[in-house]
């Protein structure tokens, strides 16, 4: 087994005024947006173009089309198939170094000179402004291409300890025998690029259907992995709707997996389907997803309202609310209400929205047309009713881009619409608790929303946030003293939850690659035994 190689986070780019960084992006940005491409499927290496076209649009400018990309059926969807299943053969048995060195390679290269262009892109079609870009397509995504690779080599070098003498014993970390079947979100550039990669990493073929809202990044994340050395035919590339590519797919005999982030309600079908079709497989499809959330922040009467303002913040409306992590509920302590109020209004009113080619705007536009609707009827919602105020925002225009203000809404009831449904949006509902009923809210927060994926508490009490800590074991499967409930950094805070939000399976660890092996243990006997009978047959 070769030396593992250690990975370190990629340093995250400031695009201050006046850096270099800065003005490359800007210039990459200016060039993107004036170009109009067309993408087609990539099945085998092959561009397949099948006529029946979409267009990707700026979410800020959304009569501004920066591609028309070809959309997969039923045909196309079982070419990649069969297209996955051969090249299956040759990459199940491609060595860990070769396959680990072309994700490094793709690191370098995300580092480097394709650096400008996957940002440029998400910003563009997925109305990200540069830092919260930045974060996610470049440096998290280099994180998961170099931990990955580093949890590989771990993982191999994971071996018996003992082998007692006259044999040996090893594990043998076999691909799944089958394709695996990513559905990637419009949120992230970064699980787009994960959720092929990671089991691929470990020896399988991915067939990748990208989010219908956000097909450009993706686009040329495909052609960055051809260039680091990933042979075609191993990631399939399959745009498309989800009924037309999704049912062929989940009923082909050989899935072997599924790795998936998305809505809960696409989630629970997708299971559903392979329940339905358990007979058909030859394998029992691994099935590892990441769904919604209604993540809390839970504040003590003891917090730093400077820091809990900036939570609430940052939380809720860093690109716009649309993260499975954005902070969506608040409990706060009425004994601290009147000041914190006051802080929090005070520092929304300099936000400022708008478009994400100026660097200005803490803001842009949430991701189309279906989300605006969405979001705006939840605002309405609370317009209409006696048990809710807005008290910052409210105001939905998408007469150019689908632009929302940060929305307050301050409710009486806890239970109230929502502070139990996931809205996806910038949206922040906040109910306050008096204090001497900190532990009955606690339970308050456990049992309001069905989810488990991020929750956070605020608070100097060192008791205080202990017992929320123990007290909400369950409620996240990543929980945060101090902070808001986003913003997870892989090789540091693996991210995942249970209950409704997912299987828990920690993008960025060991544990999810390991969903994508199926081990063998292989001993070997030196001296094999000659005779059946065991001493204890004989006779006294």
Aim: aromatic share 10%.
């Amino acid at each position: 087994m070769s030396q593992i190689i250690k990975a370190a986070n990629e340093p995250v780019k400031s695009y201050a005024s006046g850096s270099p960084e800065r003005a490359s992006l800007q210039a990459k940005y200016d060039e993107m947006a004036s170009m109009n491409i067309e993408i087609p499927l990539i099945i085998g290496g092959k561009e397949i173009k099948t006529g029946d076209t979409e267009n990707c649009v700026m979410p800020h400018d959304h009569q501004h089309v920066l591609a028309t990309y070809h959309k997969a059926g039923k045909s196309e969807a079982n070419l990649a198939i069969n297209t996955a299943m051969e090249s299956w053969k040759t990459w199940s048995n491609t060595s860990l170094k070769e396959r680990t060195a072309i994700f490094r390679k793709a690191a370098e290269l995300l580092q480097g000179p394709w650096r400008d262009c996957i940002n440029a892109a998400t910003m563009l079609n997925q109305s990200k402004n540069a830092f919260q870009a930045e974060i996610d397509s470049a440096c998290e995504l280099i994180d998961f291409f170099n931990f990955n690779a580093q949890y590989a080599e771990e993982i191999y070098a994971n071996q018996p300890l003992i082998s007692p003498e006259g044999m040996h014993n090893h594990l043998e970390y076999r691909p799944l025998e089958g394709f695996v079947f990513a559905i990637t979100p419009f949120n992230f550039t970064s699980i787009a690029g994960n959720l092929p990669t990671a089991p691929v990493l470990m020896g399988n073929v991915a067939l990748w259907k990208p989010a219908s809202s956000a097909v450009l990044p993706c686009h040329y994340l495909m052609q960055m992995l051809k260039e680091a050395g990933l042979p075609d035919g191993v990631i399939n590339f399959i745009p498309g709707s989800g009924g037309s590519i999704g049912n062929p797919v989940l009923a082909n005999e050989n899935l072997s997996g599924v790795h998936f982030t998305g809505s809960t309600k696409t989630f629970q079908h997708i299971w559903r389907t392979i329940g339905d079709n358990i007979n058909n497989y030859k394998t029992y499809p691994r099935i590892v997803g990441e769904t919604g959330g209604k993540d809390y922040c839970l504040a003590h009467e003891s917090s730093d309202l400077d820091a809990l303002v900036t939570a609430m913040i940052r939380g809720a409306f860093e690109y716009q609310g649309q993260k499975c992590s954005a902070m969506s509920r608040a409990y706060i302590p009425t004994t601290i209400w009147e000041t914190l109020r006051d802080k929090y209004l005070s520092e929304l009113e300099t936000i400022t929205i708008g478009s994400p080619r100026d660097f200005t705007n803490f803001m842009n536009a949430v991701i189309d047309k279906a989300a605006f609707d969405s979001i705006s009827e939840y605002i309405h919602h609370t317009k209409e009713s006696p048990d809710a105020e807005i008290i910052s925002g409210g105001d939905c225009d998408d007469t150019k881009g689908y632009f929302i203000q940060p929305t307050t809404i301050l409710t009486t009831d806890p239970h109230f619409k929502t502070m139990q449904e996931e809205i996806f949006g910038p949206v922040l509902t906040v109910y306050l608790y008096d204090p001497s009923e900190w532990s009955k809210t606690i339970d308050l927060v456990d049992s309001t929303s069905p989810y488990g994926l991020t929750g956070c508490v605020i608070g100097q009490d060192k008791n205080a946030v202990s017992e929320a800590t123990e007290r909400l074991r369950h409620s996240a499967g990543n929980f945060y003293i101090n902070d808001k409930p986003t913003g997870a950094v892989v090789g540091q805070q693996p991210f995942g939850g249970s209950r409704a939000s997912g299987t828990n399976d920690k993008a960025g660890s060991d544990l999810n690659l390991l969903r994508w092996v199926s081990i063998r243990t292989i001993k070997k006997t030196f001296d094999s035994p000659k005779d059946y009978r065991y001493p204890f047959l004989e006779k006294d």
